[in-house]
């Protein structure tokens, strides 16, 4: 059954640490993507990759960084120099082709104490 | 930069009520997406509008594409507890050199009262 795996569902983190969001696709999409969402804000782009080893900022990539060494994984960190990561975080993935939609994980809601 | 505005930000209604949200972009768009997300849950796609003056329907939910390509909307028709989530829209600009590169609305989150 072809889909987005996230991992882990939950993430607790302290002040400080970096930490790396896993997402894994078995669609053999070429793009992926990282949008994180808070309430009251929709979806917000933080980067997205096109193909492996190439990627690009998104809206507020400030904080984060990215790999894209496989077509399966495109892992985000979140760094310390996030001011505000306790967020839900959404990864999607998405076809080769103009206007195709996007098929997203379940997600990782990290919590920063 | 692009922004898609989207209202009302909630919506609550009668089971049997119809329900409307508006998508509105700053710039023209190439295409709009609808998503719908189920509490606790991740956005799930719905339909996609490519045409100027678009309309689709799927059972009781009707999306339209305005002629500029600018602004859209979903109507569901005779709500259902079955409908309650958050309806996003989400729009790539025309003229844009990175595909797939969405902004999202902020959302509509409806509840439906049985």
């Known amino acids: 059954d072809g889909g987005i795996t996230q991992s882990p569902k939950y993430l607790f983190r302290k002040e400080g640490q970096n930490v790396t969001l896993s997402c894994e696709q078995n669609l053999n999409h070429d793009a992926m993507y990282w949008y994180r969402q808070d309430p009251g804000q929709g979806l917000r782009l933080i980067y997205y990759?096109?193909?492996?080893?190439?990627?690009q900022k998104g809206d507020i990539a400030e904080g984060y960084s990215v790999s894209r060494e496989k077509k399966e994984s495109f892992p985000l960190t979140v760094t310390s120099a996030q001011k505000n990561p306790t967020a839900f975080y959404l990864c999607?993935?998405?076809?080769?082709?103009?206007?195709?939609?996007?098929?997203f994980g379940n997600g990782t809601r990290l919590t920063v104490t | 930069g692009q922004q898609v505005m989207q209202i009302p930000q909630y919506q609550h209604v009668q089971e049997g009520e119809d329900f409307t949200t508006y998508c509105n972009s700053s710039t023209t768009l190439s295409n709009i997406q609808w998503y719908k997300q189920r509490p606790g849950g991740h956005p799930v796609f719905l339909i996609q509008l490519v045409k100027s003056g678009e309309v689709k329907k799927q059972k009781r939910l009707t999306f339209q594409f305005g002629e500029a390509k600018k602004n859209s909307s979903l109507h569901i028709t005779a709500t259902q507890t079955t409908d309650v989530g958050t309806y996003f829209c989400a729009g790539e600009s025309a003229g844009g050199t990175s595909y797939g590169k969405l902004t999202f609305g902020q959302g509509t989150i409806l509840t439906v009262h049985p």
């Open positions: 999607a993935s998405s076809g080769q082709t103009n206007y195709s939609p996007l098929h």
């Open positions: 990759s096109q193909i492996v080893n190439d990627f």
